[in-house]
């Protein structure tokens, strides 16, 4: 059996995130998974969680003194989360497995074990201050996986096995029949116009504030966690409405109850050209789709989706999404998402891995 050793830089989500859609798929390899450790304070998860039966899941240990930013401290705890990697590979069996990583901050560990092959898989653009560390991790790597072209040609002058790999979809979730409004929702004001994905202070809301003012009759769904500062602002808006994280089972039904579906800028991505997996779950719904681009931005499916670049702008693409006859192009947006399915995307991993023999 293949051996795969996971470092993953975000935990195991109840919402898969792209490395736990793709290593789920992958399923003539076992994984050992470690997620980041536990914030302080916090309560330690269980270790060796079984979340699939290929996968394994373990929590890298607290650092020790983690407020201090000290060299000497940062390599003993270095020290201390490899060492406990060895055990858990020793008591697993693992002899040299194929290390994925997924976070420039894992080069530290390529000092520390012993391994077959390197994967890393860029899923977002990295500040500055990881880019010597990013680009060790990319120059070690058999193969790097790349989320958007934006990526490709950052990576690409530190190793030529660098692989476009988008996000991707379980398509068939949106697109099977019996889709319901979920009871919670049957009373909203039509229309509605959602938005799937946590709210904090780094997402630019004002696009969406300027519409719910100028638009009272609008309802916005907002589906995910809300940060308690930005919730006491939203308060002020009857139709803005809150669900809090919603299930991953039914969000298609959520997203079956709107009539148009949205996103906005993070202050953050800024520049980034990744697109996230939520705008290919828009697609699958075939819902009309209204983004927040930035002006020198490459139009993401420029056929299926309406663009705006100000909170005047957005303004009039909801409108125009809004009078869209669906039946036009809701079957082109989900063709683009059964493209972009994840099963799809791990074939293409899978390909990739045993073209270079590391399978």
């Known amino acids: ?33 470690f997620e980041p450790p536990s914030p302080h304070r916090a309560s ?9 039966p290929h996968i394994t899941v373990y929590t890298l240990p607290t650092p020790m003194l983690a407020r201090w930013e000290n060299p000497a401290i940062q390599r003993r705890n270095d020290t201390r989360a490899a060492d406990f990697i060895q055990r858990i590979l020793a008591h697993h069996h693992f002899v040299e497995p194929v290390l994925w990583c997924t976070s420039p901050q894992h080069s530290i560990f390529l000092d520390h074990m012993a391994y077959s092959g390197l994967i890393y898989d860029c899923y977002r653009e990295w500040p500055e201050e990881y880019l010597d560390q ?13 989320a958007s072209p934006g990526l490709v040609q950052r990576l690409s002058p530190c190793n030529d096995s660098v692989v476009l ?48 003012r100028t638009h009272p009759e609008w309802t916005f769904l907002l589906m995910g966690r809300v940060t308690s500062g930005v919730k006491v602002h939203l ?13 991953p089972v039914e969000l298609p039904d959520y997203l079956f109850a709107c009539d148009v579906v949205f996103d906005l800028f993070r202050t953050d991505l800024k520049g980034s050209d990744v697109i996230p997996s939520r705008i290919y779950e828009y697609l699958a719904s075939g819902k009309p789709i209204v983004t927040m681009i930035e002006p020198d931005q490459v ?11 100000d909170s005047s702008g957005f303004i009039r693409r909801c409108r125009k ?19 972009a399915s994840w099963a799809g995307r791990a074939r293409t991993v899978m390909e990739i891995l045993e073209h270079t023999g590391l399978f």
């Open 1 to 33: 059996m293949k051996q795969l050793l996971c470092l993953s830089h975000t935990p195991w989500q109840a919402r898969p995130n792209r490395t736990q859609q793709l290593l789920a798929r992958l399923t003539d390899v076992q994984i050992l998974f």
């Open 44 to 52: 330690n998860p269980k270790q060796g969680r079984k979340m699939r």
């Open 134 to 146: 990013e680009s060790d991790l990319t120059c070690h790597a058999d193969v790097v996986f790349a």
């Open 165 to 212: 790999l988008p996000n991707g979809v379980n398509d068939r979730m949106f697109t099977r029949s019996g889709l319901t409004v979920p009871i919670q929702l049957s009373q909203l004001s039509s229309p509605v116009l959602g938005r799937v994905g946590d709210i904090n202070g780094r997402l630019e809301l004002e696009p969406m504030l300027r519409a719910a």
């Open 235 to 247: 308060k002020a808006y009857p139709n803005i409405i809150l669900t809090g994280p919603v299930n």
């Open 299 to 309: 139009e993401p499916f420029p056929d299926v989706i309406y663009t705006a670049y």
């Open 321 to 339: 999404a809004l009078e869209e006859e669906s039946s036009l192009a809701a079957p082109r947006r989900q063709e683009y998402a059964r493209q």
